[in-house]
T-cell receptor, first 111, second 117 residues
Framework: GQNIDQPTEMTATEGAIVQINCTYQ??????LFWYQQHAGEAPTFLSY????GLEEKGRFSSFLSRSKGYSYLLLKELQMKDSASYLC????????????FGGGTRVLVKP | GAVVSQHPSRVICKSGTSVKIECRSL??????MFWYRQFPKQSLMLMAT?????????EQGVEKDKFLINHASLTLSTLTVTSAHPEDSSFYIC?????????????FGAGSRLTVL
């Protein structure tokens, strides 16, 4: 099985930076994904990491350390529209390359 | 970009009836689609993997006779909730695999909110 842990909720101020951590345990790691999900909507793809290091995409960056089973999603210059749930998901070869999601982190951006 | 269409977006049905949800990949072919269920304030739980031309693979604890999956073509998978009960009320989301620079990114449909009265 897989354990994917991320904080339940985070609050930040508009214009600030927030870092969402995700730790995982898996036997056949084959990629980590971050998705954004607004309430009542489907998740949308944000980023993908399979090698160690930082992937930057505009205001969003994602980091991976495979040896530590750790990733984070960094949101810069927060905007009100960034209020959403952020889902960490891990693909595992041992699980047939299926994607398993963490519980999600609800981020609330305040003015 | 890749688009996955899911229909209906909302459905209300009486207990004991069946409901069919469709998932279509609009601009790409998807040999594999996935069906997830999401309860309020919880994460996505994989129900089953839908394989074109073969039987679906169900996750442990998911009743295959209750959640019928058919993947008749490379662009369409359907989920039928049979003899629905109030506890089946949930947000059902389909997704399809689309290769994106080797990442094989999952693209999600907009979801279907099922309410069973």
């Amino acid at each position: 099985g897989q354990n994917i842990d991320q904080p339940t909720e985070m609050t930040a101020t508009e214009g600030a930076i927030v870092q969402i951590n995700c730790t995982y345990q898996t036997s056949g790691f084959n990629g980590l994904f971050w998705y954004q999900q607004h309430a009542g909507e489907a998740p949308t793809f944000l980023s993908y990491n399979v090698l160690d290091g930082l992937e930057e995409k505009g205001r969003f960056s994602s980091f991976l350390s495979r040896s530590k089973g750790y990733s984070y999603l960094l949101l810069k210059e927060l905007q009100m529209k960034d209020s959403a749930s952020y889902l960490c998901a891990v693909r595992d070869i041992a699980a047939g390359n299926k994607l398993t999601f963490g519980g999600g982190t609800r981020v609330l951006v305040k003015p | 970009g890749a688009v996955v269409s899911q229909h209906p977006s909302r459905v209300i049905c009486k207990s004991g009836t069946s409901v069919k949800i469709e998932c279509r990949s609009l601009d790409f072919q998807a040999t594999t689609m996935f069906w997830y269920r999401q309860f309020p304030k919880q994460s996505l739980m994989l129900m089953a993997t839908s394989n074109e031309g073969s039987k679906a693979t169900y996750e442990q604890g998911v009743e295959k006779d209750k959640f019928l999956i058919n993947h008749a073509s490379l662009t369409l998978s359907t989920l039928t909730v049979t003899s629905a009960h109030p506890e089946d009320s949930s947000f059902y989301i389909c997704s399809a695999l689309r290769d994106s620079s080797g990442a094989n990114v999952l693209t999600f449909g907009a979801g279907s909110r099922l309410t069973v009265l």
